[in-house]
């Protein structure tokens, strides 16, 4: 099937300066004309953030707010440290560092855990691991409030990649938003938290609500097959990990319906947990998609599209 | 037999949502993903029956019990 020709194919479009100033805010709020954002695609050169992105995020991956000292934004990296690392400890305290010990005998090892989300928070991951660990070796009663600590170091782990990302786009650029278009970070921390809403808030509607009905819609499905089993991070360690990354749904879910008892045979169980898990992994999926549309938008970069890749392949 | 409809509708909306996503993620742009998604979705499908159809030739063949 013949596509339309889309705007890579067009001849070559006018300099920067001929076409229409968009407004766009840097670091310290100030207006200012950089480059035009797509659809014409201009190649820009990005104003310079003041660092190495990939250090920046490297340090932010093992000390939230570490990569904003190292940019110099010690404000802004204090505030990321207190804030993901007090929900990392506040979580350690109520599972008084037990959360890995939901881990089967058989399932414990070094890399085990590391497929959890806590590990997008690696600093504190190390030191659960260090000091707490897989427990003393046998079983022994779990605390009141194992569910809620063991959901708020994930979640420490998974706000971080926000952090993450925030820290490198920094580093590679003083462009923080556009009139209509979230800055990059925005859009990820909106999507980790419901699937579509980045989409939603980049103007994207028709897509957010497809990207809405397909991920939660595939949670939801997931969960009633699995008769919300799937909801337990101690049953399902590693299926809970991946359907944690659908974000608020999630945790909603869970917060509801995580104490279901097992009865009876569930027929579907194994469907269940492959489509809640699914959801959550294509999530990151969508978190991709809606950072390199601001991405392009911000930095005047083309849109990706199919069109463009069949062509360079060819 | 029910049993196995069931199966394959399971697996057409478990793919329903692998492709849809695959397909925002390739097209930024939402007119040429949504016309791309039917053959998309077509080959995601064929390309799934065809490893269904090798596999079960194989389960026969060579990896028989029996």
Known sequence: ?314 | MSGMILHIVLFMVVALAIVGLGTCYGDAEDGPALRNFPRRFLMFMGGCALLAVIMLVLEQTVASVH
């Open chain 1, 1 to 314: 099937m013949e596509s339309e020709p889309s705007h890579q194919q067009k001849p070559a479009p006018a300099p920067a300066d001929r076409a229409p100033p968009p407004v766009f805010i840097d670091s310290g709020g100030a207006r200012s004309a950089i480059a035009p954002p797509s659809p014409v695609p201009v190649r820009a050169v990005p104003s310079k953030g003041g660092g190495d992105p990939t250090v920046a995020g490297l340090l932010s991956w093992l000390i939230p707010g570490a990569g904003h000292l190292y940019l110099g934004q010690a404000g802004i990296g204090l505030f990321c440290f207190v804030v993901i690392q007090g929900i990392y400890l506040l979580g350690l305290k109520l599972s008084d560092g037990m959360g890995f010990e939901y881990l089967d005998l058989e399932l414990r090892s070094l890399f085990a855990p590391a497929l959890s989300p806590e590990v997008g928070n690696l600093g504190a991951f190390v030191y659960q691991m260090q000091h707490y660990g897989f427990g003393p070796g046998f079983a022994r009663p779990y605390p009141e409030w194992l569910r809620l600590g063991a959901t708020l170091t994930a979640l420490s782990g998974v706000l971080n990649i926000a952090v993450i990302v925030h820290a490198h786009w920094c580093a590679r650029t003083s462009i923080r938003a556009a009139t209509g278009v979230p800055a990059p970070y925005l859009a990820v921390l909106a999507t980790l938290a419901v699937p579509g809403l980045g989409h939603w808030l980049q103007g994207r509607r028709q897509r957010a609500v497809v990207v809405f009905t397909l991920l939660v819609g595939l949670f939801v499905l997931g969960t009633v097959l699995a008769e919300a089993t799937n909801l337990s991070r101690e049953r399902h360690f590693y299926y809970w990990s991946g359907q944690f990354l659908v974000g608020l749904p999630a945790i909603l879910a869970e917060a509801m319906w995580g104490t279901a008892s097992v009865k009876r045979d569930i027929s579907y169980v194994d469907a269940g947990l492959v489509f809640a898990c699914v959801a959550g992994m294509l999530n990151t999926l969508a978190m991709i998609d809606v950072y390199g549309f601001s991405e392009s938008k911000l930095l005047g970069l083309p849109l990706r599209t199919s069109h463009a890749t069949a062509k360079v392949s060819a």
